[in-house]
């Protein structure tokens, strides 16, 4: 014997062509307006379209749907590359700030190697004998010392005073603080 | 019907392994195998006629390029229907309910029978105006279970619910539709 539930659960095979009623299904068909009204519900369901299915033209649709994704990877290339370059250029704005916002460097911890000319002009030696010196005394100082390179015969600036003795040197000074 | 499944050739799960790995024959061959069903499946559940090759296209651009989004736990047509079901789902929000039709009783078509056909035309407009008035996962789950074949697992798992709500939905759709029809 036929139920409705059992007929109702192969109404979709059947109306897509995959089975065929048996004859017991048949006559259970004829029998039941309830399956019958459901079996033309679910026989025009699986109907319904296959009108379009020439007007689908496969060739074209995959033609025209791989040509929006490699648009639409090209594009996603194009974003990260402009992803990146703005990330770069974030990097860089930061990396300047962080240059240009940096403390200076305590004077006299500088590494020899590392020290540009303007960090050598910039360290101070401690001289207390030239403390206590007014503008006129110290100018009088370079004045000697300018004489001094000149007189050598080597003239090397600074240098020029390694040909003095101690006792030279400490003459110099002695006369500066009279 | 149409023979449109795995029937012949690589499964879906092999033809999309290729086309992640860059083989656009592999998609060609998927669009081909599933064009039919998914435009059936749209044009059923309310899209215009005119409007079903768009709908098609843009249902296959979702899906390849989000094809990672597809784990096998759903036939890759089951998948297909999801996407094409929420491109859609605006679109019902601002359609406006159609008239029905009051259908006599009458005899299960014959279609070599010219008034037949014509009376299973008029039946297949009519199921088409029902199945627009039924809430949509009804009338997803009737489209994919009575025009799709698919077993109450693959509805659930394309529509995100479980095999007894899709039963249920089924039979709430056969039941408001067997109203709407008559």
């Known amino acids: ?178 | 019907m149409t023979a449109d499944r795995e029937t012949d050739g690589p499964p879906d799960a092999a033809l999309v392994a290729a086309y992640r790995k860059g083989d656009e024959r592999a998609a060609a061959v998927l669009v081909r195998r599933h064009l039919a069903a998914v435009g059936r499946y749209l044009y059923s559940c309310g899209a215009e006629r005119s409007d079903v090759e768009d709908l098609v296209q843009e249902t296959f651009f979702r899906a390849f390029r989000k094809v990672d989004g597809w784990r096998g736990d759903a036939s890759f047509r089951s998948w297909l229907f999801t996407i094409a079901g929420n491109l859609l789902k605006d679109d019902y929000r601002k359609r406006r309910a159609r008239p029905t039709i009051p259908l006599e009783d009458r005899e299960v078509p014959d279609r070599a029978d010219p008034e037949g056909d014509l009376a299973a035309r008029e039946a297949e407009r009519r199921v088409r105006e029902g199945l627009g008035r039924l809430p949509r996962l009804q009338r997803e789950v009737f489209l994919l279970r009575a025009q799709q074949g698919l077993e109450y697992d693959d509805i659930a798992a394309a529509l995100g619910t479980t095999p007894g709500a899709a039963r249920v939905h089924y039979h709430h759709a056969v039941k408001r539709l067997k109203e709407l029809v008559r």
Do not use: Y
């Not at chain 1, 996603?76 to 990330?87: A, I, K, N, S, Y």
């Open chain 1, 1 to 178: 014997m036929t139920s409705c539930e059992g007929l109702i659960d192969r109404m979709p095979a059947v109306a897509r062509g995959a089975g065929r009623w048996s004859p017991e299904e048949e006559a259970h068909l004829a029998e039941c307006a309830d399956c019958r009204v459901e079996w033309e519900l679910v026989s025009a369901a699986a109907r319904l379209g296959t009108d379009l299915e020439p007007a689908l033209d496969a060739h074209h649709v995959s033609q025209r749907v791989l040509g929006r994704l490699r648009d639409a990877r090209a594009r996603d290339r194009e974003r990260r590359r402009g992803w990146t370059l703005v990330g770069l250029a974030a990097a860089a704005a930061v990396l300047l700030a962080v240059w240009t916002g940096r403390p200076a460097r305590p004077a006299g911890t500088g590494s020899g190697a590392a020290a540009g000319p303007a960090e050598v002009g910039q360290v101070s030696i401690p001289l207390p004998e030239l403390d206590s010196l007014g503008a006129p005394q110290l100018e009088a100082v370079l004045d000697s010392l300018d004489a001094t390179f000149a007189a050598s015969p080597t003239n090397t600036g600074p240098a020029g005073l390694g040909d003095l003795d101690p006792f030279e040197l400490q003459q110099i000074l002695d006369s500066l603080e009279a």
